[in-house]
């Protein structure tokens, strides 16, 4: 399970690479032809992930992240995976600003605790 957090950190912090090459920001990284895509591909990757984690029954884990912010990842996810065209970057915006922070503050957190136990 920890491997899979780890996997997602690291997308979000290649997610945080691509913002980086906007200046830090989000709405001209999700304007640039090359960098969007990047981007929707790490959310998808972020995403299974997060269903693996539900297919392994790692439901304790997964019980420490918001509900809406699980669910609306997964939602964005599927748009992007069935849809690609019409997802509207405003909801991306929104996910990259609300969502993934939080999630990504609830990983550090897990990582932390376990590792703490671990020893």
């Given at each position: 399970?920890?491997?899979?957090?780890?996997?997602?950190?690291l997308s979000m912090d290649?997610?945080?690479?691509?913002?980086?090459?906007?200046?830090?920001?989000?709405?001209?990284?999700?304007?640039?032809?090359?960098?969007?895509?990047?981007?929707?591909?790490?959310?998808?990757?972020?995403?299974?992930?997060?269903?693996?984690?539900?297919?392994?029954?790692?439901?304790?884990?997964?019980?420490?992240?918001?509900?809406?912010?699980?669910?609306?990842?997964?939602?964005?996810?599927?748009?992007?995976?069935?849809?690609?065209?019409?997802?509207?970057?405003?909801?991306?915006?929104?996910?990259?600003?609300?969502?993934?922070?939080?999630?990504?503050?609830?990983?550090?957190?897990?990582?932390?605790?376990?590792?703490?136990?671990?020893?």
């Amino acid at each position: 399970m920890k491997k899979r957090l780890e996997k997602i950190l690291l997308s979000m912090d290649d997610i945080d690479y691509f913002i980086e090459q906007k200046e830090g920001k989000i709405v001209p990284a999700l304007e640039d032809r090359v960098l969007r895509p990047a981007i929707r591909m790490k959310i998808i990757t972020i995403a299974e992930q997060f269903n693996k984690l539900k297919e392994e029954n790692a439901f304790e884990l997964l019980s420490h992240f918001g509900k809406e912010d699980l669910r609306g990842l997964n939602a964005v996810r599927n748009f992007i995976a069935h849809d690609y065209d019409s997802v509207d970057d405003e909801i991306l915006e929104l996910v990259l600003r609300k969502h993934l922070p939080k999630i990504r503050k609830t990983i550090i957190e897990c990582i932390t605790f376990q590792d703490t136990n671990d020893q």
